[in-house]
């Protein structure tokens, strides 16, 4: 945290880069109030020009902007600062299991609400398993460091068997190591599903957001090594609150 006294700063993926440059270079006018809340940036071919880079680069600098909650940027309206400092984002790099539990383990869980529930047949669908079938579900908050705002809204189903854990999420706020430690369940494989979403009116109350406002979907689904789903998890991160980076190695054919 900055001490008080101190200007607030930006933290952009990709800080070596020239689009995060740019984007810096904004953010200091903005916090300078050469810009101020209301007014537009200039256009992308003034930008262009000003910092001598292409259209890409400049359109790639405003949306870390947007992102970071200083700017909105509508087609035909131009761009018009929204904040002098940025909103928080919380960034989930997931290329390994060893980097979702360094992300677990920099978060905290809060449960809001447990009890067995029977799968009807849209659960079903989504756990990969027969309608009918008992299972625990768990209502989570996920937080980060201080602040007051929850990251996401997760809701956990395990088996009934494994019920127990309830007890012990808040404290580890790592559910499917503690199957493995507590119940010697052998997890095989971790499948996951992201999609676009709204917030219904009770994760907007609970996230402290408006209801209906974009949020990100994330469905993952731990198997044993028999293909049973032993764990499901639906997560829902409002925007402007979490991101999620990957990062692929390509092998181009010669």
Known sequence: MNPPD??????????????????????????AGRYAVGDRLPTEAELQRRFDV???????????????????????RGTTVTAATGTRRYVQSMNSVAELLQFTRATRLALLDRGEIIADAALAREIKGPPGQAWFR????????GDPKPI??????????????????????IVFSRLEQRY????????????????????????????????????RRYF??????????????PEGRFSYATRMHLSVPG
């Open 6 to 31: 101190s200007a607030p700063s930006l933290a952009l993926p990709g800080r070596d880069t020239r689009y995060s440059q740019v984007a810096r270079a904004l953010f200091d006018d903005i916090r």
């Open 54 to 76: 292409g259209r890409h680069t400049v359109r790639e600098a405003i949306r870390q902007l947007r992102n970071a909650g200083l700017v909105t940027a509508r087609a035909g």
């Open 138 to 145: 768990m209502a989570l908050l996920r937080t980060a460091g």
């Open 152 to 173: 996401g809204h997760i809701n956990v189903y395990v088996r009934p068997e494994f019920r127990g854990i309830a007890d012990e999420v808040e404290a580890h706020s």
């Open 184 to 219: 010697g369940v052998q997890l095989f494989e971790l499948e996951q599903e992201l999609s676009a979403v709204r917030l219904s009116a009770l994760e907007a109350k609970r996230l402290l957001a408006a209801r209906g406002s974009p949020a990100l979907r994330i469905v």
């Open 224 to 237: 044993s090594a028999d293909r049973r789903v032993v764990q499901m998890s639906v997560g829902i991160y």
